[in-house]
Protein backbone atom coordinates (compact mmCIF):
# COMPACT_ATOMS: atom_id res chain seq x y z
CA UNK A 1 0.00 0.00 0.00
CA UNK A 2 1.69 3.48 -0.79
CA UNK A 3 1.97 5.85 1.93
CA UNK A 4 -0.49 8.19 1.10
CA UNK A 5 -2.88 5.79 0.91
CA UNK A 6 -2.10 4.28 4.31
CA UNK A 7 -2.35 7.93 5.81
CA UNK A 8 -6.01 7.96 4.09
CA UNK A 9 -7.22 4.78 5.36
CA UNK A 10 -5.92 4.92 8.67
CA UNK A 11 -7.22 8.34 9.30
CA UNK A 12 -10.86 6.99 8.20
CA UNK A 13 -10.82 3.87 10.38
CA UNK A 14 -9.81 5.43 13.85
CA UNK A 15 -12.82 7.40 14.16
CA UNK A 16 -15.09 4.34 12.89
CA UNK A 17 -12.59 2.28 15.60
CA UNK A 18 -13.72 4.60 18.25
CA UNK A 19 -17.62 4.77 17.36
CA UNK A 20 -17.21 0.86 17.26
CA UNK A 21 -15.77 0.21 20.59
CA UNK A 22 -18.54 3.37 22.09
CA UNK A 23 -21.18 1.11 20.56
CA UNK A 24 -19.95 -2.16 22.11
CA UNK A 25 -19.51 -0.29 25.77
CA UNK A 26 -23.12 1.04 25.89
CA UNK A 27 -24.28 -2.72 24.20
CA UNK A 28 -22.46 -4.31 27.73
CA UNK A 29 -23.95 -1.70 30.17
CA UNK A 30 -27.41 -2.54 28.60
CA UNK A 31 -26.75 -6.45 28.69
CA UNK A 32 -25.72 -5.98 32.39
CA UNK A 33 -28.44 -4.21 33.56
CA UNK A 34 -30.77 -6.15 32.08
CA UNK A 35 -29.32 -9.14 33.48
CA UNK A 36 -29.48 -7.60 36.84
CA UNK A 37 -33.43 -6.88 36.30
CA UNK A 38 -33.46 -10.85 35.90
CA UNK A 39 -31.69 -11.66 38.63
CA UNK A 40 -33.98 -9.14 41.20
CA UNK A 41 -36.75 -11.17 40.06
CA UNK A 42 -38.55 -12.50 43.12
CA UNK A 43 -40.66 -15.74 42.76
CA UNK A 44 -44.02 -15.41 43.02
CA UNK A 45 -43.95 -17.63 46.13
CA UNK A 46 -42.40 -14.97 48.19
CA UNK A 47 -43.42 -11.84 46.67
CA UNK A 48 -45.65 -9.90 49.43
CA UNK A 49 -48.34 -9.48 47.40
CA UNK A 50 -50.86 -11.60 46.93
CA UNK A 51 -52.99 -10.61 44.35
CA UNK A 52 -53.22 -12.58 41.13
CA UNK A 53 -53.28 -8.38 38.95
CA UNK A 54 -50.28 -7.70 40.83
CA UNK A 55 -48.69 -10.99 39.70
CA UNK A 56 -49.53 -10.73 36.17
CA UNK A 57 -48.69 -7.44 35.98
CA UNK A 58 -44.91 -8.33 37.20
CA UNK A 59 -44.77 -11.15 35.14
CA UNK A 60 -45.78 -8.99 31.83
CA UNK A 61 -43.17 -6.51 32.40
CA UNK A 62 -40.09 -9.47 33.17
CA UNK A 63 -41.55 -10.75 29.69
CA UNK A 64 -40.79 -7.18 28.56
CA UNK A 65 -37.98 -6.56 29.67
CA UNK A 66 -36.41 -10.04 28.32
CA UNK A 67 -38.39 -8.71 24.55
CA UNK A 68 -35.95 -5.18 25.58
CA UNK A 69 -39.86 -3.86 25.05
CA UNK A 70 -38.85 -0.72 27.37
CA UNK A 71 -41.74 1.70 26.86
CA UNK A 72 -44.41 -1.37 27.43
CA UNK A 73 -42.23 -2.36 31.14
CA UNK A 74 -42.35 1.33 32.05
CA UNK A 75 -45.76 1.31 31.16
CA UNK A 76 -46.30 -1.92 33.08
CA UNK A 77 -44.40 -0.67 35.77
CA UNK A 78 -46.92 2.08 36.75
CA UNK A 79 -49.66 -0.01 36.25
CA UNK A 80 -48.15 -2.47 39.05
CA UNK A 81 -47.72 1.03 41.05
CA UNK A 82 -51.19 1.83 40.73
CA UNK A 83 -52.72 -1.59 41.51
CA UNK A 84 -50.48 -1.61 45.12
CA UNK A 85 -51.63 1.51 46.10
CA UNK A 86 -48.80 2.63 47.15
CA UNK A 87 -45.96 5.53 46.39
CA UNK A 88 -43.64 2.53 46.31
CA UNK A 89 -40.87 2.37 43.54
CA UNK A 90 -41.50 -0.86 40.93
CA UNK A 91 -39.53 -3.99 41.22
CA UNK A 92 -36.97 -2.98 38.69
CA UNK A 93 -36.26 0.35 37.58
CA UNK A 94 -36.89 2.14 34.02
CA UNK A 95 -33.55 1.19 31.75
CA UNK A 96 -33.60 4.90 29.90
CA UNK A 97 -34.44 7.75 31.93
CA UNK A 98 -37.47 9.58 30.70
CA UNK A 99 -36.97 13.14 28.12
CA UNK A 100 -38.71 15.97 28.62
CA UNK A 101 -38.11 16.65 24.90
CA UNK A 102 -35.24 19.48 25.35
CA UNK A 103 -31.81 18.35 25.11
CA UNK A 104 -28.82 19.74 27.40
CA UNK A 105 -27.50 21.43 24.81
CA UNK A 106 -30.75 23.18 24.46
CA UNK A 107 -30.81 24.22 28.35
CA UNK A 108 -27.23 25.53 28.11
CA UNK A 109 -28.20 28.13 25.32
CA UNK A 110 -30.71 29.15 27.37
CA UNK A 111 -28.85 29.38 30.59
CA UNK A 112 -26.00 31.38 28.57
CA UNK A 113 -28.69 33.22 26.99
CA UNK A 114 -29.69 34.19 30.74
CA UNK A 115 -26.76 35.37 31.96
CA UNK A 116 -25.28 37.48 28.70
CA UNK A 117 -28.97 39.13 29.20
CA UNK A 118 -27.95 39.73 32.84
CA UNK A 119 -25.02 40.81 32.14
CA UNK A 120 -26.21 43.40 29.21
CA UNK A 121 -26.39 47.08 30.12
CA UNK A 122 -30.03 48.26 28.86
CA UNK A 123 -30.51 52.13 27.47
CA UNK A 124 -33.12 52.46 30.03
CA UNK A 125 -29.99 51.87 32.71
CA UNK A 126 -28.22 54.59 31.06
CA UNK A 127 -30.96 57.13 31.44
CA UNK A 128 -32.21 56.68 35.26
Given amino acids: MRP ?9 L ?3 RGAAGAATELL ?3 NARLADADAERVAPEEEKA ?3 KVLA ?3 ARQAALKRRDVDLADRLAAVEQQLLGSGTPPQAEALFPPR ?3 SARDE ?3 DIRNRLLERTSRPEDDQA
Avoid: C, Q, T, Y
Fill in 57 to 59: VRE
Fill in 28 to 30: DRL
Fill in 108 to 110: RVA
Fill in 14 to 16: RPL
Fill in 4 to 12: ANRKLVISF
Fill in 50 to 52: DDD
Fill in 100 to 102: SGK
